[in-house]
């Protein structure tokens, strides 16, 4: 296929080298990032869209996103798809999905999990959102960039799948943090702590694969000074968009919307801006009651 790929940073390099790879013709534009070996420079974003089979964007946030679609979208040819792959909230991701299925174009909202390692192992995970069509042309695509993709449902279902699944993580990685520090107020040895929890009623990816204990559990971002892995910034984003997401849909989430306050505190005003999202466990540790 013809590909077309717009912003090509920490995510969007490894993904298209990964589709050059796999034997695809790349064209890529980014306002600063270098291209990958092999994939070609466009002059501008729509010049990387022009001609395409599928233009796929990696682009930080959802004003971008609608920037960038509304140049590409008129450049585009005729039953070509333009596949967002960033994380962006619920109604940008919609807005775009239907200018471009206005212009006689498929759409798909197709975040990501799987972090800057998966897209470079080409085992991401996408969340599908937009119609049969559309994902049955992108799907060889998600193939080679991931291992899994789930068509989840119509335009915005594959942002609302991701949003909510990482209000799940950060809620679970601050309980589990949490209940480490007062494991060793009371005295509770880390590892058996870990040995209970992770084969009982407490457990979760938190815990099981992403412990943040040092040295305890499979190996993580704590065995590692804290080193991104999944930075709380980004962490902090996710949750930010969950709660814009829940009060447009007059949703209760109130332990979504505590996680995203203590992930704020702790990026804005604490210095875990650039640090590993389960370094919420030495945040506590170095805490008290009050
Ligand atoms: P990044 O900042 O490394 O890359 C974004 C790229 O977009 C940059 O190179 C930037 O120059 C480019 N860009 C910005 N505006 C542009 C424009 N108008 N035209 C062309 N290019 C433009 O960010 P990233 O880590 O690659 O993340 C990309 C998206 O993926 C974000 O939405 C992020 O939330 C999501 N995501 C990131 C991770 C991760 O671990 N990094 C994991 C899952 C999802």
Known sequence: MKIGFIGLGNMGAPMAANLLAAGHKVTGFDLVAPMPEGVKRAASAPEAAAGADVVITMLPNGDILRKVAAEVIPAMAAGAVLCDCSTVDVDSARAVADQAEAAGLGALDAPVS??????????????????DAAFAKVKPLFDIMGQKAVHCGASGAGQAAKICNNMILGVT??????????????????????????????????????????????????????????????????????????????????????????????????????????????????????
């Open 114 to 131: 799987g972090g800057i390692g998966g897209a470079a192992a080409g085992t991401l995970t996408f969340m599908v959102g937009g119609s």
């Open 173 to 290: 990685m601050i309980a589990t943090c949490e209940a480490f520090a007062l494991a060793d107020k009371l005295g509770l040895d880390r590892g058996r702590m870990f040995d209970v929890v992770s084969t009982s009623s407490g457990s979760s990816w938190s815990m099981n694969t992403y412990c943040p204990a040092p040295g305890i559990g499979p190996k993580s971002p704590a065995d590692n000074g804290y080193k991104p892995g999944f930075a709380a910034d980004l962490m902090l984003k996710d949750l930010r968009l969950s709660q814009q997401a829940a009060e447009a849909a007059d949703a209760d989430t109130p332990m979504g919307a505590l996680a995203t306050a203590l992930y704020r505190s702790f990026v804005e005003d604490e210095n875990g801006k650039g640090r590993d999202f389960s370094a919420m466990l030495p945040r506590f540790e170095a805490r008290h009651r009050s």
